[in-house]
């Protein structure tokens, strides 16, 4: 029998299902847990009131084995939303069952329904498999662009600064 792959919308009652797969996530990139705090943003910002980030749950035969999570940004030079992929994860023991594949082809008409020009995410350095598997896709690295961050605090003392 061959398995079944489903990918769909989160709901509020895939919350606990949806951290559990955060966590593994975090488990895979030898990463903390997200603290109790950020568990309860997490689900906020997935299912509350004011929706800012969206969930996609992949399924196996039913069980769930993978999530992303998307978010819109802006090109000004396109004029068109971008479709940011934040995390896409699936479990080990899910892998090599076609279920990356099909969470990236939902999430590439997710973009098409949505209007968007592009999709963009970034990958770690070294993760190998990931980089494997965008490159047979066909997405391009881009080298022209760094990414930079500043962390929370960082963003208060400038924050600070500029008042």
Same mark, same amino acid.
């Given at each position: 029998?061959?398995?079944?792959?489903?990918?769909?919308?989160?709901?509020?009652?895939?919350?606990?299902?949806?951290?559990?797969?955060?966590?593994?996530?975090?488990? #895979?990139?030898?990463?903390?847990?997200?603290? =109790?705090? &950020? !568990?309860?943003?997490?689900?906020?910002? $997935? /299912?509350?009131?004011?929706?800012?980030?969206?969930?996609?749950?992949?399924?196996?035969?039913?069980?769930?084995?993978?999530?992303?999570?998307?978010?819109?940004?802006?090109?000004?030079?396109?004029?068109?939303?971008?479709? #940011?992929?934040?995390?896409?994860?699936?479990? =080990?023991? &899910? !892998?090599?069952?076609?279920?990356?594949? $099909? /969470?990236?082809?939902?999430?590439?008409?997710?973009?098409?329904?949505?209007?968007?020009?592009?999709?963009?995410?970034?990958?770690?350095?070294?993760?190998?498999?990931?980089?494997?598997?965008?490159?047979?896709?066909?997405?391009?690295?881009?080298?022209?662009?760094?990414?930079?961050?500043?962390?929370?605090?960082?963003?208060?003392?400038?924050?600070?600064?500029?008042?």
């Amino acid at each position: 029998m061959s398995d079944r792959i489903t990918i769909r919308s989160a709901t509020p009652d895939d919350a606990d299902t949806f951290l559990g797969l955060v966590d593994q996530l975090a488990d #895979y990139e030898k990463l903390d847990r997200p603290s =109790p705090e &950020a !568990r309860g943003r997490l689900v906020a910002d $997935a /299912f509350g009131p004011r929706q800012r980030i969206s969930v996609f749950l992949g399924e196996l035969d039913g069980t769930a084995v993978s999530y992303a999570i998307v978010l819109e940004t802006y090109s000004s030079f396109l004029a068109l939303p971008t479709l #940011y992929l934040e995390d896409l994860f699936v479990t =080990p023991d &899910a !892998r090599r069952h076609g279920i990356g594949g $099909a /969470f990236f082809r939902f999430l590439a008409g997710e973009a098409v329904r949505r209007g968007c020009g592009r999709m963009e995410w970034v990958v770690l350095d070294w993760n190998e498999l990931a980089i494997g598997f965008y490159d047979k896709l066909g997405a391009r690295r881009m080298t022209e662009w760094y990414t930079y961050r500043l962390n929370a605090e960082q963003l208060q003392e400038i924050a600070g600064a500029v008042s």
